[in-house]
């Protein structure tokens, strides 16, 4: 497999800010986002100016660039962990790759700093394969291939829209989790990236992905908002609802999903006890949600990614919405989301 | 959440749930007292609990038509068992056992003998003839390995004791119904991830357990001919479920399996010799399983532990043998993605049945090959329950 080839111009990184000094963040990252177009977003309540090393080529949002770009009532779908959707609706380009702030660049097993976006971008550049399960993983990797009874009609695979990261040192785990077991760390650097198979879901984890805007950005969406939603990742949903809806609309339109290498490496940030004590909606609410993902059935005639949102939106609000208030909002949002999309989509072409 | 803590779901806590999922098993050996391992290569946190052995629930099937001389590597993994090794090909060729294994050892004569005109349904001259082993063991676990697989080593220069991580990966739930992307939450250092919903993590029972190779991989015979320098050199650390609805081509290269709860499954087809396909024994098994699994509601698991796959087959004569096998595939695999099977089939056998019966009415006219097929699978069965009488009572639950 010859090496892909990362354009710069290809490729938009995403960071939400939540902490004004972003200086030893971006400085560990340098090496890797140098070359890159960055676009921050501050926190709408975040209300100090953000600083930010010489030598990268940046945009900032703020708050008040995101009321004049949409409505107020919309304006409050970019608060907290999603104000890096801003960055996805105002980006130009092909490829958004986003990571949270509390992360670093990680080690791979032979010592090396992994690059992320050379990662990431490979894994959307190569077909994914979703309809049957490749036992040496990525078939497209260098070193491996389809396996004896792969069907060669599949070989072809399909196009990746969304690249699941994984994470060292404090990985992804819920509060209950990592409150009963504060010691747990993720060492284990598994070199291998795979499909997700067609009709599998999976929890997406919004601390390091990365997708085709093109495609999949009417589907990237920050739909669901929990009552007592926070600041850290053990209080927010948004991402794992976000992964259900674009897992369903991936697997109607042929779509792949990976999963696997790059990794970051995660910091220490809040408390898992303190995310316990609050309100546990999120963790009871993926109870219905998954078995209502699991059974959604799109139409024929949902032939792009807008169409399966909207049928989506209004099976979510004739399904759950009606026992959770916070679902029929999600709904609402995705319809919303689209509208917005759409408007700024034709603004720009003008 | 203060209640979590004080009333934590019995469902939670994987350490909480392997002591229950142990002590509630319906088959009493688990209550066994744990046996020391053999070997613990791990370099993992102070909490592991030792994998038992298994060694009076445990055989080791081996198919050969040559020699074991592979067993001396594998002596101070493998001897603690029992082997069952058919031998394929020629009956009256005597094939050596090293010293000190404890073995049966069945060939075609044997074969003939036990099952009489069933013996039909046993593959001549093709490493599919390995089911056999399957049917005649009276143990809960079966390992299957091929003679050309050795011990591989892990990226820290340890041997990797295969046998014990398949016996992991067997004796800890799989997680069919959502994937978890940390892979196996029950391996030691991981759990499952951040919208896992809570009453998916006590899992499924495991029934089968697929290991990779390191060196030679098992690529097929266009594959081989286009690469025959590539080697597989990448360790991958990692175990996961196959989800369910999701079909893979399962390699008896280094496999194990529950063959109380899976067993009737696992029938390697009509290959070799007088058939006209070969390469395939497998891959068949492997899918008529896997419709069967994701029916019943348990696991399938893939990854670790790898072997070191020495020899690779001469890729013209694999490709003599894979050629039908190439075509045919493109029809099997709709057939299989679209396999469904009754509620009233509550047990493995009469999953089986049911498969054979579709393989009839819908790949005949592939092919004749698959009325064959499809009638040697219900003499499988018959040939199955004979040799086991008490295990025609509805499995797991």
Known sequence: MSLVTIDRNEVDIVIG????????????????????HLIIVQDPDLKEELKIPEGFDFDVYSKSDIDKLVSSSNAS????????????LVSKRKYIISIDDDCSPAKDNNGAIVDIVTQHITNLKTPATPLFF?????????????????????????????????????????????????????????????????????????????????????????????????????????????????????????????????????????????????????VKLMEELIPFFQSLKLSQEAVTVEACMAEMAVAVKKGMGRSHPELANAADSMIGWVKIWKEVKSRDLV | MIDFFI??????????????????????THTKPIQSSLSSNTTMASSVTPTPLLKDELDIVIPTIRNLDFLEMWRPFFQPYHLIIVQDGDPSKVIKVPEGFDYELYNRNDINRILGPKASCISFKDSACRCFGYMVSKKKYIFTIDDDCFVAKDPSGNDINALEQHIKN????????????LYDP??????????????????????????????????????????????????????????????????????????ELIGPAMYFGLMGDGQPIGRYDDMWAGWCMKVICDHLGFGVKTGLPYIWHSKASNPFVNLRKEYKGIYWQEELIPFFQGATL?????????????????VKAKLGKVDDYFNKLADAMLTWIEAWDELNPSTQLPNGK
Not at chain 1, 17 to 36: K, M, Q
Not at chain 1, 77 to 88: E, T, V
Not at chain 2, 201 to 223: C, F, K, M
Request: one cysteine or more.
């Open chain 1, 17 to 36: 800010a939540f902490r004004s000094d972003l200086t030893s963040f971006l400085e560990e990252w340098r090496p890797i986002f140098s070359r890159f």
């Open chain 1, 77 to 88: 779908m970019f608060s907290g962990y999603a104000c890096r959707y801003f960055g996805y």
């Open chain 1, 134 to 282: 490749n036992t040496l993983y990525d078939p497209y990797r260098k070193g491996s291939d389809f396996v004896r009874g792969y069907p060669f009609s599949l070989r072809s695979g399909v196009p990746c829209v969304l690249s699941c990261g994984l994470w060292l040192n404090l990985a992804d785990y819920d509060a209950p989790t990592q409150a009963l077991k504060p010691e747990l760390r993720n060492s284990r650097y598994v070199d291998a990236v795979l499909t997700v198979p067609k009709n599998s879901l999976m929890p997406m984890s919004g601390i390091n992905i990365a997708f085709e805007r093109e495609t999949m950005g009417p589907a990237i969406l920050p739909a669901l908002k929990l009552a007592k939603e926070g600041k850290v990742r053990w209080e927010t949903m948004e991402d794992i609802w976000c992964g259900l809806v674009v897992k369903v609309v991936c697997d109607h339109l042929q779509l792949g999903v990976k999963t696997g290498i790059p990794y970051v490496w995660r910091n220490e940030r809040g408390s898992a006890i303190d995310s316990l004590k609050k309100e546990w909606q999120g």
């Open chain 2, 7 to 28: 009333n934590p779901p019995k469902l939670y806590s994987k350490h909480i749930f392997s002591y229950i999922y142990h002590s509630n098993s319906p088959s009493s």
């Open chain 2, 170 to 181: 067997l004796l800890s739930p799989s997680t069919p119904f959502f994937f978890n992307t």
């Open chain 2, 186 to 259: 029950y391996r030691e250092g991981a759990d499952f991830v951040r919208g896992y919903p809570f009453s998916l993590r006590e899992g499924v029972q495991t029934a089968v357990s697929h290991g990779l190779w390191l060196n030679i991989p098992d690529y097929d015979a266009p594959t081989q001919l286009v690469k025959p320098r590539e080697r597989n050199t990448r360790f991958v650390d990692a175990v996961l479920t196959i989800p369910k609805g999701t079909l893979f081509p399962m390699c008896g290269m280094n496999l194990a399996f529950d063959r």
């Open chain 2, 342 to 358: 009754p509620k009233e089939c509550t047990t493995v056998q009469s999953c089986y049945k049911e498969l054979s019966k579709q």
